[in-house]
Nanobody, 126 residues
Framework: VQLQASGGGLVQAGGSLRLSCAAS????????MGWFRQAPGKEREFVST????????AYADSVKGRFTISRDNAKNTVYLQMNSLKPEDAAVYYC????????????????????WGQGTQVTVSS
């Protein structure tokens, strides 16, 4: 499966963005999906995940209550709605996929994921 992330941009602190991850080559309905981010000089970190069934989600503590992950299998796309953005949310955001992936603690690890898209830049001004 190929993944294409989009929707990044420049936003003021407190604002919102919605990232999209469009899949091609395979139906995303069989894949658990995740979002990670990487700020300059830092390691790539887990943000959120949704199980392949869509029934379970998980979030990093730093984004819980502000970000929402969702999926639209008909459009073969996964979304990350980001509200109340903070300057520390600025990073390159990456989407990832794993066949029959579940939203467990394992999904917090980079090595769990089999497929990655290119990143989309999110910049938050204070």
């Amino acid at each position: 499966v190929q993944l294409q992330a989009s929707g990044g941009g420049l936003v003021q602190a407190g604002g919102s963005l919605r990232l999209s991850c469009a899949a091609s080559g395979r139906s995303v309905s069989s894949y658990g999906m995740g979002w990670f981010r990487q700020a300059p000089g830092k390691e790539r970190e887990f943000v959120s995940t949704i199980s392949w069934s869509g029934g379970t989600t998980a979030y990093a503590d730093s984004v819980k209550g502000r970000f929402t992950i969702s999926r639209d299998n008909a459009k073969n796309t996964v979304y990350l709605q980001m509200n109340s953005l903070k300057p520390e949310d600025a990073a390159v955001y990456y989407c990832a996929a794993r066949l029959r992936g579940w939203a467990t603690r394992e999904a917090y690890e980079y090595d769990y994921w089999g497929y990655w898209g290119q990143g989309t830049q999110v910049t938050v001004s204070s």
